[in-house]
């Protein structure tokens, strides 16, 4: 594993050979019936899997990467996911020779030195041959896994050095061959997993995956491969055309951004991400050069495939929503990434917490620096969140079990030009179904007391971000709890002079002498009935505060998502009357008084009435 192997698997593979000519009408319903083929395998595996994680959070995802290692459709689940999974195929696919690949064989990759994200996200993946025996896609799946066989359970080791400290990394090993069960290969993997669930969610993947080999023999049998190799190249060619028609819409320049970690997991404070996009036509140039390269951080290591992947989630999130989601995408940009940096680590750095920072702080920064190119889409897609309040204890029969804390709850959701943040989660997570109440009670000895949004929490601006949500649980039962936490000095950021959303607080033992806030990370074992609260941050704000329309500042107090104070100090509205008689009234005339002397004091033009 090296440097020379990720610049490799990064290069722009070539089409695919082909003799076929294809209509577009032809190789679109190839395209869409792709589509149907990954909903089905991740729809499949939703179902199968035992693990709450997948069963009931939806965090997989579907794929088919063609012969070449290129992404030909996405479907189902997370793009975080989706831009990942080509890069671990892709190291599949330069071991054919080595491994004998065969029609009937199943893998399994997750090593983030040879094209993964972190340890967790298995990819499992089976090629698909035609009837030359020739190869022509791969179906993948990618999951979340609740364990890894690492130090700790989860995977989530705070002061790892090494990925090694994290479980087991595999990058290529055969499942499936020619149709037979590698049982050895099964039972030493399973072996390598702390929780029951596991063997039920790889046997699920296993099946599903299957399913896909099968859907897709069926087209090839009904279009042949030649056309379905023509329409690979057609759809993908048509992504990069339309992306670089976007990109050729927006003005020429270099637009950069600068976003902090608050901390490692160690404590070393303010860890950088830098971006530089440059537009240059209908060239598109994401460079993260400045990004922090300290070797001494622990924990801040995100995996060279999570970074490019990352980036292009925001960037996809940018453009016309329609243009297919493809290698396409890939092809229109130059993503840099220096080795050495945080974004592209030395081989063996630990990956676990680097899925969650810096990866979203790249995603962040890419929209920070193009939200003056693109501000009707300048949404961050982000989870700001250092890591949920997993808990762990053991049942009856003496087997371990993790609630790992993916619940519902609102977080992060920042506004765009035009629009106030909406929802629960940003969009990119949308297909990520949190963890409801009653399913979590129903698995484990917990109790969830509240989930509520809270008041003041969302990003103020001209559009307001969404409120985030305060998530309090009790354990019945002595348990462990780990916590990691930032995004509390550095919360996500606001855009184009709206202000940031809030702090991210974390408090363990809630309500007895032993209640602390968890300033940076903690793992402790939790008494009987202890109560534990995680505030989330709201999302950020976009456009100056005292621009928002006075009667929207009213409509979000009457609402309850802003204080009648913050009305006042934030926006500068001067609200009449009170809530318990519910006849609150926007002053006019003091409203344009405090808002032209908020406006003098920040040295911004006075805001129309």
Not at 56 to 68: F, G, L, P, T
Request: some cysteine; overall charge negative.
């Amino acid at each position: 594993m090296s440097y020379a192997l990720r610049r490799k698997l990064a290069e722009r593979p070539a089409p695919l050979p082909t003799s076929a000519t294809i209509d577009p009408v032809t190789a679109d319903i190839i395209r869409g019936a792709f589509e149907t083929v990954c909903f089905e395998v991740a729809t499949h595996l939703g179902r199968a899997a035992s693990s709450p994680i997948i069963n009931q959070s939806n965090e997989r995802n579907a794929a088919i990467v063609d012969a070449h290692g290129r992404l030909a459709v996405g479907s189902i689940g997370t793009p975080h996911l989706t831009f990942v999974s080509q890069l671990t195929v892709r190291y599949g696919l330069m071991q054919q020779e080595k491994y004998g690949w065969g029609a009937g064989d199943v893998f399994l990759g997750n090593d983030p030195d040879a094209g993964g994200g972190h340890l967790p996200d298995y990819n499992v993946y089976a090629p698909v041959y035609d009837d030359a025996g020739d190869l022509v896609t791969c179906i993948a799946l990618q999951a979340h896994q609740g364990d890894t066989g690492g130090k700790d359970p989860g995977g989530f080791t705070l002061e790892a050095t090494d990925i090694f400290t994290e479980g087991l990394a595999i990058p290529c090993v055969k499942l499936v061959h020619r149709g037979e069960l590698r049982t050895d290969i099964i039972d030493m993997i399973v072996r390598n997993n702390r929780f029951a669930t596991f063997a039920g969610d790889l046997a699920a993947m296993i099946s599903a995956v299957q399913k896909g080999v099968q859907r897709i023999e069926a087209m090839i049998a009904t279009h042949g491969g030649d056309a379905i190799r023509a329409a690979i190249n057609h759809a993908i060619d048509q992504t990069e055309r339309q992306f670089r028609g976007e990109i050729a819409n927006w003005p020429d320049g270099t637009h950069e951004a600068t976003v902090y970690i608050d901390h490692d997991t160690t404590g070393t404070k303010d860890v950088k991400v830098h971006v530089a996009v440059t537009v240059d036509g209908e060239k598109l140039k994401v460079d993260l050069t400045g990004t922090d390269d300290r070797q001494n951080l622990t924990g801040v290591w995100n995996t060279f495939a999570n970074s490019r992947g990352y980036v292009m989630v925001q960037l996809a999130s940018m453009i016309d929503p329609t243009i297919v989601k493809n290698e396409g995408l890939f092809n229109a940009v130059d993503i840099v990434i220096p080795e050495g940096c945080i974004a592209n680590p030395p081989v063996n750095k630990p990956a676990a917490l680097g899925s969650f920072h810096p990866a979203c702080e790249i995603t962040e920064a890419v929209c920070v620096a193009l939200s003056n190119v693109v501000p009707t889409r300048a949404q961050p897609q982000v989870y700001k969140i250092g890591m949920p309040n997993a808990v762990i204890g053991f049942d009856g029969n003496g087997q371990m079990f993790m609630d790992q804390g993916v619940d519902s709850r609102s977080m992060d959701v920042s506004a765009v030009q035009g629009l106030d943040g909406w929802g629960s989660c940003p969009v990119s997570l949308g297909n990520l179904l949190l963890s409801q109440a009653e399913d979590a009670e129903s698995r484990f000895p917990v109790l969830n007391i509240a989930r509520e949004l809270t008041m003041d929490t969302g990003g103020a601006g001209q559009w307001r971000g969404m409120a985030g949500s305060r998530n309090v649980k009790q354990v019945l039962q002595p348990m462990m709890a780990t916590a990691w936490m930032v995004s509390h000095d550095h919360p996500i950021s606001g855009m184009c002079g709206g202000e940031t959303g809030t702090a991210y607080e974390n408090y363990f033992e809630v309500g007895t002498e032993r209640e602390r806030r968890i300033v940076l990370a903690e793992q402790a074992m939790l008494p009987e009935g202890a109560t534990i609260a995680y505030q989330h941050g709201g999302g950020g704000g976009f456009g100056p505060a005292i621009a928002r329309d006075p009667e929207a500042v009213l409509e979000d107090v009457l609402d309850e998502l802003v204080s009648i104070e913050a009305a006042r100090t934030q926006y500068g509205v001067v609200l009449t009357g009170g809530l318990e008689d519910y006849d609150l009234a926007v002053d006019r005339a003091a409203t344009r008084t405090l808002r032209a002397e908020m406006a003098e004091r920040a040295k911004q033009p006075e805001p129309a009435e």
